[in-house]
């Protein structure tokens, strides 16, 4: 559940605001106070809370100073390119992720290289660069594994199926919601599981297959709400009342999506709500 990661998470961050910045010293290779920040985005995302996690995310830039380490700089970079990029901020996040990238590549910091070269490649894919945004996506997959392993790429893969099937490549996206639910059965990385599952329902629809995209968007909804990740209830809900809602079912339509939408408490200018 996503408050089982939050509490460590917001402990750890209360811990960080008694410590001076000049104080704080690396751990592996990165200043503390920045990937604490950058899960505390991550997390509070997936929550729901938008803004609390665009705010952690901004709260990272101080640690983009030259007087950083590279590490700690391109990570603090990628934080706010992504939380940008999140909340429909795409000029803005690209300047951030293209920083980030020219950091990472002249100090060789080779995990943070590729995650930014993913999250350029879905920009790219999404202003109709399919070729050369799948291009960067899958090289920024495969050296990503090569540096940090599985670690973190279910997330990394429903991201690129997204982007593939908002472009309507549909055999793009299957290679890479495959490689994200092979790492949530074969390893204990979950939190993407709904999404995935919600993404198996947009493939369905894909191929015209309304019953079963259903059941994906209700399953997806129902892992979602058990794990705490209101975003992919509001995702999988989004889905189901368009489906329900094409099919002329509005009362379901909205009995699907209203529940969620109004559990909702912030962030109502991002673009999923």
Same mark, same amino acid.
């Given at each position: 559940? *996503? $408050? ?13 605001? &008694? ?34 996690? /665009? ?31 999140? @909340? ?8 951030? *992720? ?8 002249? /100090?060789?910091? @080779?995990? #943070? ?9 879905? /920009?790219? &894919?999404?202003?109709? $660069?399919? &070729? ?26 429903? !991201? +690129?199926?997204?982007? *593939?099937? $908002?472009?309507? /490549? ?10 994200? %639910? ?9 939190? #993407? %599981?709904?999404?995935? +599952? !919600? ?17 994906? #968007? ?11 990740? @209101?975003? =992919? ?16 079912? =509005? %009362? %379901? ?7 969620? #939408?109004?559990? =909702? &408490? ?8």
């Amino acid at each position: 559940r *996503l $408050d089982e990661s939050w509490r460590p998470i917001n402990l750890a961050l209360q811990e960080l605001r &008694t410590v001076p910045l000049v104080e704080l010293r690396p751990i592996a290779g990165a200043n503390p106070g920045v990937p604490c920040r950058h899960w505390a985005a991550q997390v509070r995302a997936i929550q729901g809370f938008f803004e609390q996690s /665009h705010g952690f995310a901004l709260e990272t830039m101080p640690f983009a100073d030259p007087s950083e380490q590279a590490y700690t700089r391109a990570m603090a970079l990628s934080a706010v390119g992504r939380s940008m990029g999140f @909340k429909g901020q795409v000029t803005g996040a690209v300047a951030c *992720l293209q920083q980030a990238r020219e950091i990472a590549e002249r /100090h060789g910091v @080779k995990s #943070y290289g590729a995650l930014v070269g993913i999250y350029l490649g879905i /920009h790219a &894919t999404g202003s109709g $660069d399919v &070729t050369g945004g799948l291009r960067m996506m899958r090289d920024g997959v495969a050296q990503w594994k090569a540096n940090a392993g599985r670690f973190n790429s279910s997330a990394l893969a429903a !991201r +690129v199926a997204q982007a *593939l099937l $908002d472009a309507g /490549h549909r055999e793009g996206a299957l290679e890479f919601i495959l490689d994200g %639910e092979a790492t949530c059965t074969e390893t204990d990385e979950k939190w #993407y %599981e709904a999404d995935l +599952v !919600r993404l198996r329902g947009r493939l369905a629809e894909f191929d015209r297959d309304a019953g079963e995209a259903e059941r994906k #968007y209700r399953q997806a909804i129902a892992t979602a709400e058990q794990q705490g990740a @209101k975003a =992919f209830s509001l995702a999988a809900a989004t889905a189901l009342a368009r489906l329900l809602q094409s099919q002329g079912r =509005f %009362e %379901e339509a909205d009995a699907a999506l209203r529940p969620i #939408y109004e559990w =909702f &408490t912030e962030g109502f200018d991002w673009p999923d709500l």
